[in-house]
């Protein structure tokens, strides 16, 4: 299916154009690096500990920076994300859990600033928070069995068959808590929604824990050793995939393709991360998990307008290199666009409702599918024609 016809525009004609162009995106980069700083390395990259809460209310960020000191967690970078309507925070704090202390030590103090900033009516109460991630299915079972609110003991059953009883229940008691609620439940009234939760169960419930207004839903601690080694190992991936193209592409045609294309592909690379530099998105495994698949897409539509060219080389004998590449772009166009666009809207769909977790990965593949087609057609290929205009060059110079 071809939606361009009769195509006769003379890209290589434009080729100053865009390498005027490219140079000014690279420039952006160079410029977004330094003034930033560096990229926003992610958790998996420079260690640190990641914690994500959820608030009851619209959560007060100024309040939870000034809870958060700095000799106690270290740095932070504290910013919502999510719906608004989840009232979701992420903070991103410099110390690792674990690196020299108990990981368990490290989420009391974290608790116990958040507590003393959001909850201080209960920092020394003796009821349990239903919505602290360390209230699990053995302390829920263990009040109600302390408890025995519906008197299993006296109607003769067992002591494993009113222990299965009451650690079913409490299982029942968190799903809904972490599923329906997200990790939070806003009064304990809601845990009458529960169909197993009898009212001598909630009473139980009522008399020991209390609903706190928020609920921190995820720690993640990586060291700063794992931390670059991960760095390095990522860059060393990109590295190889960059030499593998390299290799396939000379023996598949021949060495002046494989370098076009690999140019092609390191300026994709290249301007892609000097966005994510410019933009400060942070750059994490699953990041450099997109930049691969960037690469592998890239090449593939660089590959398509070298076989054209190989084959039209066959066929055309008389034309010159310049107007075969012309002829082979302009024969593909087509093909490019309808690829590129369909690819283009999946991901700029992930981008705009993908969330958070996949903001980065949608981000490298929205900005690296347009990239990376135009770069088939305004980098690559005048590679090409520029290396074998080199060669002919030299030629004529040995021959006189």
């Keep these: 299916m071809e939606i361009l016809r009769n195509v006769s525009i003379d890209w290589l004609g434009k080729k100053w154009y865009f390498f005027g162009l490219s140079w000014i995106l690279l420039a952006l980069g160079i410029a977004g ?19 994500t809460l959820k608030f009851r209310q619209t959560p007060d960020l100024d309040l939870i920076r000034g809870a958060l000191k700095p000799e106690a967690v270290g740095a932070t970078m504290i910013q919502r ?27 009391k103090v974290l608790q116990g600033l958040l507590r003393q900033a959001f909850d201080p009516q209960h920092a020394g109460s003796p009821l349990f928070d239903f919505n602290d991630i360390n209230i699990g299915v053995d302390a829920i079972s263990k009040h109600l069995l302390e408890a025995d609110p519906e ?11 009113v222990q299965t009883h009451y650690h079913n229940l409490a299982r029942a008691i968190l799903d809904y808590r972490n599923t329906a609620g997200k990790g939070l439940v806003s009064s304990l009234d809601d ?57 396939y592409i000379s023996l598949r045609f021949k060495p002046a393709y494989g370098v076009g294309a690999i140019v092609a592909l390191f300026h994709d690379v290249t301007i892609t991360l000097g966005l994510f530099a410019l933009t400060q998105k942070e750059i994490s495994l699953i990041v450099v998990a997109a ?23 066959r066929t055309m004998p008389m034309y ?16 490019t666009i309808m690829t590129s666009g369909m690819t283009f809207l999946s991901v700029f769909a992930l981008l705009v409702f993908g969330g958070e977790v996949l903001r ?22 005048p590679i090409v024609a520029w290396w074998y205009r080199s060669e002919d060059i030299k030629a004529k110079r040995k021959a006189a």
């Design 291 to 313: 930049m691969l698949t960037l690469v592998g897409y890239s090449v593939n539509d660089t590959i398509v307008v070298f076989d054209r060219v190989r084959e039209n080389l």
């Design 320 to 335: 010159s290199l310049r107007k075969i590449l012309n002829l082979s772009i302009n024969q593909t166009l087509s093909r």
């Design 33 to 51: 690096y330094l003034i930033r700083g560096g990229f926003a390395w992610g958790i998996d990259f420079r260690g640190g500990t990641v914690v």
């Design 360 to 381: 980065g990965f949608s981000f490298a593949l929205t900005v690296g599918i347009i990239i990376g087609t135009y770069s088939s057609i305004a980098i690559a290929s």
């Design 151 to 161: 008197k299993l003991a006296s109607q003769g059953k067992t002591a494993v068959e």
């Design 191 to 247: 845990l009458k929604n529960v169909a197993s939760v009898t009212p001598a169960v909630f009473q139980v419930l009522n008399k020991d824990f209390y609903a706190g207004p928020y609920a921190i839903t995820g720690v993640e601690s990586v060291g700063a050793v794992v931390g670059s080694d991960l760095r390095n190992r990522a860059a060393l991936a990109v590295g190889l995939s960059f030499a593998g193209m390299l290799v």
């Design 81 to 107: 994300y999510g719906e608004a309507a989840d009232n979701s925070v992420m903070i991103r704090l410099q110390k690792v859990f674990g690196a020299g202390e108990n990981v368990d030590a490290g989420h």
